[in-house]
């Protein structure tokens, strides 16, 4: 069984950046990887989705402001965020893509002046 641990969320301003990490206990090789995201009362949305040859692709708004990446030897994959906007507070999460494992407990991104 596959375990995902999410961290790096928080409490952040507007226009400000944050960098969340997820490790995963086993191996990330030969498989595409993904940030979810799901905001109060909303579905879970793919946010970014990062292929084993590192293409990604991203949300239509988070473009340009969001970065995903992956480290398969640590097992890790990462979000760098900035230029954060309200409307990205939501749960965020780490999921192969498609989401086929248990997903993990997220980390809480609130963006709020």
């Known amino acids: 069984q596959v375990q995902l641990v999410e961290s790096g969320g928080g409490l952040v301003q507007p226009g400000g950046s944050l960098r969340l990490s997820c490790t995963v206990s086993?191996?990330?090789?030969?498989?595409?990887m993904a940030w979810y995201r799901q905001a109060p009362g909303k579905q879970r949305e793919l946010v970014a989705r990062?292929?084993?040859?590192?293409?990604?692709i991203y949300l239509d708004s988070v473009k340009g402001r969001f970065t995903i990446s992956r480290d398969n030897v640590k097992g890790a994959v990462y979000l760098q965020m900035d230029s954060l906007k309200p409307e990205d507070t939501a749960v965020y999460y780490c999921?192969?893509?498609?989401?086929?494992?248990?997903w993990g407990q997220g980390t809480q991104v609130t963006v709020s002046s």
């Open positions: 086993g191996t990330i090789f030969g498989i595409y």
């Open positions: 990062i292929t084993t040859g590192s293409t990604t």
């Open positions: 999921n192969e893509s498609p989401s086929t494992w248990s």
